[in-house]
């Protein structure tokens, strides 16, 4: 199970920190990467990262203004949004890729997906 948290509204430039605790699986042993899904758009790939903090990838429109993290002890994923854009406004999904190289955006190729946190960023 992935549980999301900490979305939000917030203004453009502004901040906000995801959290996506996980059970019922070995949460260190496993890639996990986030998703997000903008109204009346499909699912977009945004970030995975390895087994520790030590390996990350990013989508173009998010790299330099997020970060993804986990802490292994916690079972807890991160992700932290910096520099805000009206664009980056969706829900925003953890999940556990099926290959720790990918970024699909299909359901199937995800063993959890989490149920979501909405991210709005308006003036």
């Known amino acids: 199970q992935l549980m999301e948290s900490g979305g939000g509204l917030v203004q453009p430039g502004g901040s906000l920190r995801l959290s996506c605790v996980a059970s019922g699986f070995d949460f260190g042993d496993v890639y996990m990467s986030w998703l997000r899904q903008a109204p009346g758009k499909g699912v977009e790939w945004v970030s995975r990262i390895g087994y520790d903090n030590s390996v990350a990838h990013y989508a173009d429109s998010v790299k330099g203004r997020f970060t993804i993290s986990r802490d292994n002890a916690k079972n807890t994923l991160f992700l932290q949004l910096n520099s805000l854009k009206t664009e980056d406004t969706a829900m925003y999904y953890c999940?556990?890729?099926?290959?720790?190289?990918?970024?699909?955006?299909?359901?199937?190729?995800?063993?959890?997906w989490g149920h979501g946190t909405q991210v709005t960023v308006s003036s």
């Open positions: 999940a556990k890729p099926n290959s720790r190289s990918s970024t699909s955006t299909r359901r199937d190729d995800y063993g959890y």
